[in-house]
């Protein structure tokens, strides 16, 4: 079964809840851990890599919390989820040409191929900031933890 792991999961609601605040603002770890339910210390190690691959920044000492890099309407989920979980493959033969021997006469090669790309599709033509519009606009954080 393939499925988004727990790090992936955790990563996408921290950055929607990042989305959900004014561009620019702060926000404890602590706070996002426990609104979220996230272990403060998996949040931090997830924090870590968002911030590696540029999506969040990160400021240490008093007054010093995480913060979307860019604008949350810029930043996609395939992004977020890339970020923590490396890149999307359906199966083995779409990592790379030759990976499989069966390439080129495999009957369901090409529908993984057409699979893949619509899931990166899907995924990269959602951003942050529609995500968390629900927040801002018209549904509470609750409903939004029933989203994601």
Known sequence: M??????????????????????GELVQICDVSKEWGIP?????????????????????????????????ETLTLLEVIE???????????LIAPGTCHLDLTCAVHTVWCDAQEALRTILNGKSLGELASGVTNNRSRESLRALV
């Open 2 to 23: 393939m499925q988004l792991s727990m790090t992936g999961e955790y990563a996408v609601r921290t950055m929607i809840h990042l989305a959900a605040v004014p561009f």
């Open 40 to 72: 403060e210390g998996f949040l931090r190690k997830i924090a870590a890599q968002l911030s590696k691959d540029g999506l969040i920044r990160s400021q240490r000492g008093a007054g010093g919390g995480i913060q979307l890099s860019r604008p949350a």
């Open 83 to 93: 970020a923590v979980e490396g890149k999307v493959f359906l199966n083995k033969c």
